[in-house]
């Protein structure tokens, strides 16, 4: 190819960032022209970076990511994704041994500048992991956002202004039109043309609004004036600029060195550190947060892509997807799409059809008017998941480097598509992974949370939701201050945590992740900081919030084989005093402090029955027992507490079904105020805990209630119903609509006399039918796995109950 003539002068390569159109637009000026250097606007600590451009293991997106040495908090990122400008420059340069920096202000004093203006009085900021120095509010022609921006100078976007002033209401159709779907093929066109005509708008554009409302841009316009001024000293003129289009005005302005100098004077200046981390198409678009965003990545990479035919192909890839997802899409809807996406496009005078065109043709044609189909289209494919790859070459933090070794070694590729992962702790494979991620759980890594799981809810089981964002490469970064491994770095953290803990329920929660994390070097720091506040901590609510977890720590202990003897003479002393100081703390609440309190009592309750499958609980069961006998009968307890305890011995079978009935007949009595009877039933009946199924299956604790509540004075009938409607709202529809169908029958289905001691309730048998309860064992049997019965044994018990029907 033969090398255009150019003017005297660098070529100045305005540029959307992350703009398909604007990638081809460069590639072609830069084989055009033949430059003997390539200036791209960006950090110019990431010079040593740019060699692993060209390393085939560097997939785009990609981001350079610089943080503060002393703060790894302190950070931003550079995106650059397949179609964006600057990476096909970079590309082009490596290809074609033509040397390539960058010239942007260097990222130690933007990222000091970033954090003078979050310590200024008044301003609230933090760490920089959404923060990206590519692109503001301007569309993506600009530079990094400024922060800095004085209150009534609003940014401008140029982008916006331009679309206005061609008569569009949408920048992003307007560039589309006049960019993304400029014809490719046809007569020859100068490729310097659209960037001259570019230039020209924007030296338009900044001639009315000065900086924009970009204050910093004066600062960073001036070094990147410097940088270009030592390039043609070095390589003459003949020098290509690849920026935001918005600085193209800046660059031609002739201005004098020391004007420029005078601007970079006295600019706060910190240690920084660069490198190359994967991006996603994800964290590309608009909604992200990301200040130069876009908002269809994966339809922008399509544009950029596609050899030809894009809406063809796009359609294609559409049809592959919904197809995947079992829905009928044949190549006749393909077909159709198209020709309705062209005609869609000449109806509304479009040079080439776009994405409002094709998303409007897929609705129509392939998702059958539905835009629930058209939401997995969207996600999947315009703005995608596509995750980039760095090569190992990269520096990264040794807490990088160790966290990359272990995914490889279990097999965890982070990926950018959410997704479920089942674990087994009785495979070493599944036991590593789930000690890996409670360990980056500890060092705040957010990779994975736990996650109910589908199958199996035993101890040997768990679930995690897996996603992997670019933003924990900055949690890296952060983390790496603990330690130089995950290990090191997790034990160290969490035995800072336990030394400054201040609640016993801190300490206690920290026990229970350093366990399940498996950090035997932390845990003898963490028991201390409990023993010490365990015996200084004499309030019952702190100790009933602190054994729930005790009680889990020493179950996973059990799993996971750890020696977790000392653990459990703390849970064993801390139930002990809970014992004792429980029946006092439950007097004199209001509604408030019983409800909370009766949280609390459930949570010990379901520990102290863990406890007594782990540890010698030395008849632990029996006083806790005693305990809740003390709650149900003291008439000075809540109603919320009594009733909640009188449940609890119900279900142990420490309380016969007469003394239930008994209990609720006095708590529903004439001379109970209405409020404190409402509490007692909210205690007895209320959550998602079967209450609603105890009722359906005893027509005499139902027929207390039912009398009792057609007791209830008109007057004070308001006041109670709020708390009986928080109650009976947890039941499932069934259960609702049973309990209306039994209390509909009339006073005889639920009127106490009716239902003396020994007496069958309406509806019920006498007593139990044990040959009819026992036709369902076979069955139970073969639902569990528990022996080889067959097919034929569940048969034959589901005949017999459908004779007994």
Request: with cysteine; proline share 7%; charged share 25%.
């Given at each position: 190819?033969?090398?255009?003539?150019?003017?005297?002068?660098?070529?100045?390569?305005?540029?959307?960032h992350?703009?398909?159109g604007?990638?081809?637009?460069?590639?072609?000026?830069?084989?055009?022209?033949?430059p003997q250097a390539?200036l791209?606007?960006?950090?110019?600590?990431?010079?040593?970076?740019?060699?692993?451009?060209?390393?085939?293991?560097?997939?785009?997106?990609?981001?350079?990511?610089?943080?503060?040495?002393?703060?790894?908090g302190?950070?931003?990122?550079?995106?650059?994704?397949a179609?964006?400008?600057?990476?096909?420059?970079?590309?082009?340069?490596?290809?074609h041994?033509?040397?390539v920096?960058?010239?942007?202000?260097?990222?130690?004093?933007?990222l000091?500048?970033?954090?003078?203006v979050?310590?200024?009085?008044?301003?609230d900021?933090?760490?920089g992991?959404?923060?990206?120095?590519?692109?503001?509010a301007?569309?993506?022609v600009?530079?990094?956002?400024?922060?800095?921006?004085s209150p009534?100078?609003?940014?401008?976007?140029?982008?916006?202004?331009?679309?206005?002033?061609?008569?569009?209401?949408?920048?992003?159709?307007?560039?589309?039109?006049?960019?993304?779907?400029?014809?490719?093929?046809?007569?020859?066109?100068?490729?310097?043309?659209?960037?001259?005509?570019?230039?020209?708008?924007?030296?338009?554009?900044r001639?009315v609004?000065?900086?924009?409302?970009?204050?910093?841009?004066?600062?960073?316009?001036?070094?990147?004036?410097?940088?270009?001024?030592?390039?043609?000293?070095?390589?003459?003129d003949?020098?290509?600029?690849?920026?935001?289009?918005w600085?193209?005005?800046?660059?031609?302005?002739?201005t004098?060195?020391?004007?420029?100098r005078?601007l970079l004077?006295?600019?706060?200046?910190l240690?920084?550190?660069?490198?190359?981390?994967?991006?996603?198409?994800?964290?590309?678009?608009?909604?992200s947060?990301?200040?130069?965003?876009?908002?269809?990545?994966?339809?922008?990479g399509?544009?950029?892509?596609?050899?030809?035919r894009?809406i063809?192909?796009?359609?294609?890839?559409?049809?592959?997807?919904?197809?995947?997802?079992?829905?009928?899409?044949?190549?006749?809807?393909?077909?159709?799409?198209?020709?309705?996406?062209?005609t869609?496009?000449?109806?509304?005078?479009?040079?080439?059809?776009?994405?409002?065109?094709t998303i409007?043709?897929?609705?129509?044609?392939?998702?059958?008017g539905?835009?629930?189909?058209?939401?997995?289209?969207?996600?999947?494919?315009?703005?995608?998941?596509?995750?980039?790859?760095?090569?190992?070459?990269?520096p990264?933090?040794?807490?990088?480097?160790?966290?990359?070794?272990?995914q490889?070694?279990?097999?965890?590729?982070?990926?950018?598509?959410?997704r479920?992962?089942?674990?087994?702790?009785?495979?070493?494979?599944?036991?590593?992974?789930?000690?890996?991620?409670?360990?980056?759980?500890i060092?705040a890594?957010?990779?994975?949370?736990?996650?109910?799981?589908?199958?199996?809810?035993?101890?040997?089981?768990?679930?995690?939701?897996?996603?992997?964002e670019?933003?924990?490469?900055?949690?890296?970064?952060?983390?790496?201050?603990?330690?130089?491994?995950?290990?090191?770095?997790?034990?160290?953290?969490a035995?800072?945590?336990a030394?400054?803990?201040?609640?016993?329920?801190?300490?206690?929660?920290?026990?229970?992740?350093?366990?399940?994390?498996?950090?035997?070097?932390?845990?003898?720091?963490?028991?201390r900081?409990?023993?010490?506040?365990?015996?200084?901590?004499a309030?019952?609510?702190?100790?009933?919030?602190?054994?729930?977890?005790l009680?889990?720590?020493?179950?996973?202990?059990?799993?996971?084989?750890?020696d977790?003897?000392?653990?459990?003479?703390?849970?064993t002393?801390?139930?002990?005093r809970?014992?004792?100081?429980?029946?006092?703390?439950?007097?004199?609440?209001?509604?408030?402090?019983?409800?909370?309190?009766?949280?609390?009592?459930?949570g010990?309750?379901?520990?102290?029955?863990?406890?007594?499958?782990?540890?010698?609980?030395?008849?632990?069961?029996?006083?806790?027992?005693?305990?809740?006998?003390?709650l149900?009968?003291?008439?000075?307890v809540?109603?919320?507490?009594?009733?909640?305890?009188?449940?609890l011995?119900?279900?142990?079978?420490r309380?016969e079904?007469?003394?239930?009935?008994r209990?609720?007949?006095?708590?529903?009595?004439?001379?109970?105020?209405?409020?404190?009877?409402a509490?007692?039933?909210?205690?007895?009946?209320?959550?998602?805990?079967?209450?609603?199924?105890?009722?359906?299956?005893?027509e005499?604790?139902?027929?207390?209630?039912d009398?009792?509540l057609a007791?209830?004075?008109?007057?004070?009938?308001?006041?109670?119903?709020?708390?009986?409607?928080?109650?009976?709202?947890?039941?499932?529809?069934?259960?609702?609509?049973?309990l209306g169908?039994?209390?509909?029958r009339?006073p005889?289905?639920?009127?106490?006399?009716?239902?003396?001691?020994?007496t069958?309730?309406?509806?019920?048998?006498?007593?139990?039918?044990?040959?009819?309860a026992?036709?369902?064992?076979p069955?139970l049997?073969?639902?569990?796995?528990?022996?080889?019965?067959?097919?034929?044994?569940?048969?034959?018990?589901?005949?017999?109950?459908?004779?007994?029907?």
């Amino acid at each position: 190819m033969t090398r255009a003539s150019r003017p005297v002068g660098p070529l100045l390569l305005g540029v959307r960032h992350h703009g398909p159109g604007s990638a081809r637009a460069v590639r072609a000026a830069l084989e055009a022209t033949r430059p003997q250097a390539v200036l791209i606007e960006g950090p110019p600590e990431g010079d040593a970076l740019l060699p692993l451009a060209a390393d085939e293991r560097m997939r785009p997106p990609v981001a350079l990511l610089a943080h503060a040495v002393d703060d790894p908090g302190q950070a931003a990122f550079w995106p650059l994704a397949a179609f964006s400008p600057e990476w096909v420059a970079i590309r082009w340069a490596l290809a074609h041994d033509v040397p390539v920096r960058f010239i942007d202000l260097p990222a130690a004093n933007s990222l000091a500048m970033t954090q003078a203006v979050e310590r200024e009085p008044g301003r609230d900021g933090g760490g920089g992991g959404e923060a990206d120095g590519t692109g503001g509010a301007d569309g993506g022609v600009d530079g990094e956002p400024a922060p800095g921006c004085s209150p009534g100078h609003a940014p401008i976007d140029p982008i916006g202004v331009l679309a206005g002033t061609a008569g569009y209401d949408d920048p992003e159709r307007w560039w589309e039109d006049v960019v993304e779907h400029r014809a490719q093929g046809g007569e020859a066109v100068d490729p310097r043309a659209p960037f001259a005509a570019l230039a020209e708008a924007m030296t338009a554009l900044r001639d009315v609004y000065g900086d924009g409302g970009h204050p910093r841009d004066a600062v960073r316009e001036a070094y990147m004036r410097i940088q270009l001024r030592k390039a043609v000293k070095e390589f003459g003129d003949d020098i290509a600029v690849v920026c935001g289009a918005w600085h193209v005005p800046a660059l031609g302005t002739r201005t004098t060195l020391a004007a420029d100098r005078a601007l970079l004077k006295g600019l706060p200046k910190l240690k920084a550190e660069l490198t190359w981390v994967p991006w996603s198409h994800r964290r590309l678009a608009r909604h992200s947060g990301y200040g130069a965003g876009i908002d269809s990545p994966g339809w922008y990479g399509h544009l950029f892509e596609a050899a030809d035919r894009p809406i063809e192909r796009w359609m294609t890839k559409v049809a592959g997807l919904l197809r995947d997802e079992d829905r009928f899409v044949s190549s006749a809807h393909v077909i159709e799409a198209v020709r309705l996406a062209e005609t869609l496009a000449a109806l509304r005078g479009r040079p080439l059809a776009g994405l409002s065109e094709t998303i409007d043709a897929i609705r129509a044609v392939m998702c059958e008017g539905s835009d629930v189909p058209l939401a997995l289209v969207r996600d999947r494919l315009i703005v995608g998941e596509t995750l980039g790859e760095v090569p190992d070459t990269a520096p990264a933090v040794p807490l990088q480097r160790d966290l990359t070794r272990q995914q490889r070694t279990l097999r965890l590729k982070p990926e950018a598509l959410e997704r479920e992962l089942e674990l087994d702790l009785r495979k070493d494979t599944d036991a590593a992974r789930s000690r890996l991620l409670h360990r980056l759980r500890i060092l705040a890594i957010g990779w994975g949370e736990p996650a109910t799981g589908r199958g199996s809810t035993g101890t040997f089981r768990e679930s995690w939701r897996l996603r992997w964002e670019p933003e924990l490469y900055v949690q890296v970064a952060e983390a790496g201050t603990w330690g130089t491994t995950v290990l090191s770095a997790a034990t160290a953290k969490a035995g800072a945590q336990a030394v400054s803990a201040t609640a016993l329920a801190e300490v206690t929660a920290l026990a229970e992740r350093c366990l399940l994390a498996e950090l035997p070097e932390a845990l003898p720091v963490v028991m201390r900081a409990l023993a010490d506040r365990a015996a200084l901590d004499a309030d019952v609510g702190h100790l009933a919030d602190a054994l729930p977890a005790l009680a889990r720590t020493l179950r996973y202990g059990d799993v996971r084989s750890t020696d977790t003897a000392a653990l459990g003479e703390v849970a064993t002393g801390l139930a002990g005093r809970i014992c004792v100081g429980l029946p006092p703390a439950c007097t004199g609440l209001d509604a408030d402090g019983a409800a909370e309190l009766r949280r609390k009592v459930d949570g010990v309750h379901t520990a102290i029955g863990l406890l007594a499958g782990t540890v010698p609980a030395g008849g632990l069961r029996e006083r806790w027992a005693a305990v809740l006998h003390k709650l149900a009968a003291r008439d000075t307890v809540a109603g919320v507490i009594r009733g909640r305890s009188t449940r609890l011995l119900l279900d142990d079978g420490r309380l016969e079904e007469d003394d239930a009935a008994r209990l609720m007949g006095l708590a529903l009595s004439p001379g109970t105020p209405p409020a404190d009877a409402a509490a007692w039933i909210e205690g007895f009946v209320g959550g998602a805990d079967g209450g609603g199924m105890l009722l359906v299956h005893d027509e005499r604790l139902l027929g207390l209630v039912d009398a009792w509540l057609a007791g209830v004075p008109a007057d004070t009938f308001t006041d109670v119903l709020p708390l009986l409607r928080r109650t009976f709202s947890a039941y499932e529809a069934g259960v609702r609509r049973t309990l209306g169908e039994l209390v509909r029958r009339g006073p005889a289905a639920g009127a106490p006399a009716a239902t003396a001691a020994g007496t069958a309730a309406p509806g019920f048998g006498p007593g139990l039918d044990e040959a009819r309860a026992d036709a369902v064992v076979p069955v139970l049997r073969l639902l569990l796995g528990l022996d080889a019965e067959g097919a034929e044994g569940a048969e034959n018990a589901m005949e017999r109950l459908g004779a007994t029907g």
